[in-house]
Structure formats: structure tokens, C-alpha cells
């Protein structure tokens, strides 16, 4: 628990039922690999927690995803659950997990803004992580925050080095190469 992988981001605003499928994938890689999760739990993000919930891309993916030997896939999650730690791994199209990742960073400046000081939220502050691979690509690449500050790069830079010493490139590749 503790760590929230979400993919996609934003880089990727329309997908299809296989590439949500494949974010299962590199996501799980990441989770285990990079953050130290073991055997990471991968779920996909709906309007239900039942099979036949949500629109025909979910659902679609759903039906790939369910019996999946390349992940633990945990079901459905619920944008209420996101932050319960259910799932390590989030699977969601580029779209819903960019407004889910504007929305978390606003409830940690709304936090900061009031002062409230709480552990929990600093995993919504964009410095932490400084930045977010884009993974499934033939090298690491890592991009930043457009507000990045010298603490954000550092991190980025960290967290490049992270993803380097994995091998996840190769991780992935060799993960893909095999099906």
C-alpha cells in the first residue's frame, strides 16, 4: 500500500481496450521494479466495481484484463477509491488520469494553503516525484511538471537513476519480446 501508480497520465487521451490492457503491464513493471511493490495490484479505473459497469472501452478492458496472467489485476476501482490503497496500480485512459492528477495536486495546495500538516498528502506533491516516466519506449524518458522547481528536477533526476538502475527498459522490452 502507500504507492498509486496511475497510468496513463495525459500522454495518451484516447485508448483503446489493448493499450489500457498493456498500462496494466507497464505499470506493474514500475510498481515492482522502480517502487518495490510486490507483486503489484493492478486496477482499472471505472464508474462501478462490476464487470458490467462502465462504457465499452472499459468494459473491453475489463474482459481483457480479468484474467490476466501479466498482472494481478484487482477488479474495477472506483475515482472514490483511488487514495485507499485497494490498488497499486491504476489503469486508466490519458484523459481521466490527467484531471486525476490536476485534481490530486490541488487538494495538496489547498492542504499546504491551510496548513494542515499530514504525511498522507504528500504523495499529491508534484516535488516528490518531480516528474513521470513514459514508459514502453526503446529508452528511459522522463518528463517534468511545466511549474518544475529546483526540488521537482532533482527528483526527476533521482527518479531518472531509479528507472536507469532498474534496467526497466529492458524489463519491459524483454517483457513485450516474449508475448
Same mark, same amino acid.
Given at each position: 500500500g502507500g504507492v +498509486?501508480?496511475?497510468?496513463d497520465v495525459g500522454a495518451n487521451a484516447d485508448c483503446k481496450a489493448d493499450v489500457l490492457y498493456q498500462f496494466g503491464i507497464l505499470g506493474s513493471?514500475?510498481?515492482?521494479?522502480?517502487?518495490?511493490?510486490?507483486?503489484?495490484?493492478?486496477g482499472l479505473l471505472n464508474?462501478?466495481?462490476e464487470e458490467s459497469k462502465g462504457n465499452m472501452l472499459t468494459i473491453a478492458a475489463h474482459e481483457m484484463m480479468k484474467d490476466s496472467t501479466d498482472f494481478n489485476f /484487482?477488479? +474495477?476501482?472506483?475515482?472514490r477509491h483511488l487514495f485507499d490503497?485497494? /490498488?497499486?496500480v491504476i489503469v486508466c485512459d490519458g484523459f481521466s488520469g490527467n484531471v486525476i492528477l490536476k485534481?490530486?495536486?490541488?487538494?495538496y495546495s489547498l492542504i499546504k494553503?491551510?496548513?494542515?500538516?499530514?504525511?498522507?498528502?504528500?504523495?499529491?506533491?508534484?516535488?516528490n516525484y518531480g516528474g513521470t516516466p513514459i514508459l514502453g519506449l526503446n529508452k528511459t524518458v522522463v518528463i517534468g511538471?511545466?511549474?518544475? +522547481?529546483?526540488?521537482?528536477?532533482? +527528483?526527476?533526476?533521482?527518479?531518472?537513476a531509479d528507472v536507469v538502475e532498474a534496467d526497466l527498459t529492458t524489463k519491459i522490452l524483454n517483457n513485450f519480446n516474449n508475448d
Open positions: +498509486n501508480v496511475i497510468l513493471l514500475f510498481a515492482e521494479h522502480v517502487c518495490g511493490v510486490k507483486t503489484p495490484r493492478v464508474i462501478g466495481e /484487482c477488479g +474495477n476501482i472506483e475515482s490503497d485497494e /490498488c497499486d485534481q490530486a495536486e490541488s487538494i494553503q491551510r496548513q494542515i500538516e499530514d504525511d498522507y498528502f504528500d504523495r499529491f506533491n508534484y516535488e511538471h511545466g511549474i518544475s +522547481n529546483d526540488v521537482a528536477i532533482k +527528483n526527476m533526476i533521482v527518479l531518472t
